[in-house]
T-cell receptor, first 108, second 112 residues
Framework: GIQVEQSPPDLILQEGANSTLRCNFSDSVNNLQWFHQNPWGQLINLFYIPSGTKQNGRLSATTVATERYSLLYISSSQTTDSGVYFCAVNQAGTALIFGKGTTLSVSS | EPEVTQTPSHQVTQMGQEVILRCVPISNHLYFYWYRQILGQKVEFLVSFYNNEISEKSEIFDDQFSVERPDGSNFTLKIRSTKLEDSAMYFC??????????FGQGTRLTVV
């Protein structure tokens, strides 16, 4: 099956810093989503981005489908950005497969 | 904004007991999923459901598990005889014909 690798596994930032999270996948996909898991365990949809670039406030994402990777950018990080960021992909007719996540800790 | 809702948010059960986790997917969605996340680990796929039948299931989804969409709005996951290793966060998800999936807030199941 398709493999999803996220890096780095852990990231510690001071408030105000920028960061880039990476997601590599082993085969072509029809869907790629980024999620933020907050301290209560909820999975919050950040981006649906099988290809191209999207921006939402301080967050943006880019997927280069031909090279099988996606990047999530967080600018001017805040303590509320802390949590685990998951990338998940799927191919047509199959369920989402999640990476192991990047745990982000932002301190004030 | 429409959302996937799950009940209960937290359930504690004795080993060997049956549990039913409930989900109300977004109303016009067609595809329904259950995932689980053992504490500190990644989110794992259990089962997908479309057109009133299972369309895909993982190795985790053995005979102890079953799913049902009893009334056109609810989507349930039943675990027949819970084990300690079933303790996890269980997520329901749904999507329309596009691939973007929306997740519920999860049910934390603790088996004691």
């Amino acid at each position: 099956g398709i493999q999803v690798e996220q890096s780095p596994p852990d990231l510690i930032l001071q408030e105000g810093a920028n960061s880039t999270l990476r997601c590599n996948f082993s085969d072509s996909v029809n869907n790629l989503q980024w999620f933020h898991q907050n301290p209560w365990g909820q999975l919050i949809n950040l981006f649906y981005i099988p290809s191209g670039t999207k921006q939402n406030g301080r967050l943006s994402a880019t997927t280069v489908a031909t090279e099988r990777y996606s990047l999530l950018y967080i600018s001017s990080s805040q303590t509320t950005d802390s949590g685990v960021y998951f990338c998940a992909v799927n191919q047509a007719g199959t369920a989402l497969i999640f990476g192991k996540g990047t745990t982000l800790s932002v301190s004030s | 904004e429409p959302e996937v809702t799950q009940t209960p948010s937290h359930q504690v059960t004795q080993m060997g007991q049956e549990v039913i986790l409930r989900c109300v997917p977004i109303s016009n969605h067609l595809y329904f999923y259950w995932y689980r996340q053992i504490l500190g680990q990644k989110v794992e796929f259990l089962v997908s459901f479309y057109n009133n039948e299972i369309s895909e299931k993982s190795e985790i989804f053995d005979d102890q598990f079953s799913v049902e969409r009893p009334d056109g709005s609810n989507f349930t996951l039943k675990i027949r005889s819970t084990k300690l290793e079933d303790s996890a966060m269980y997520f329901c998800a749904s999507r329309i014909w596009t691939y973007e999936a929306f997740f519920g807030q999860g049910t934390r199941l603790t088996v004691v």
